[in-house]
């Protein structure tokens, strides 16, 4: 698989720290998950992330930019 930075608007650079969210549907209802990572690299279908040192590969469609 080829990596490669996708120029979005905002994009994150590498080792840049980002917020990413997504949500989940429970019995109660939708709830909010986060998560707090250093960006590595993405493509169109990825996300790759450093979390506490241990590289993470996300859904991209399930996870996106979280801003205020």
């Given amino acids: 698989m080829t ?4 120029p979005l608007g905002n994009a994150p650079r590498c080792g840049e720290n ?7 549907r ?4 939708w ?16 996300w790759v992330v450093d979390q506490s040192g ?6 991209r469609p399930e996870w996106a930019l979280f801003a205020l």
């Fill in 31 to 46: 709830a909010a998950e986060t998560l707090l990572a250093t960006y590595v690299s993405s493509t169109h279908d990825e």
């Fill in 3 to 6: 990596e490669y930075e996708i």
């Fill in 18 to 24: 980002i917020h990413l969210v997504r949500w989940t």
């Fill in 26 to 29: 429970s019995a109660d209802g």
């Fill in 54 to 59: 241990q590289e993470r590969r996300l859904c």
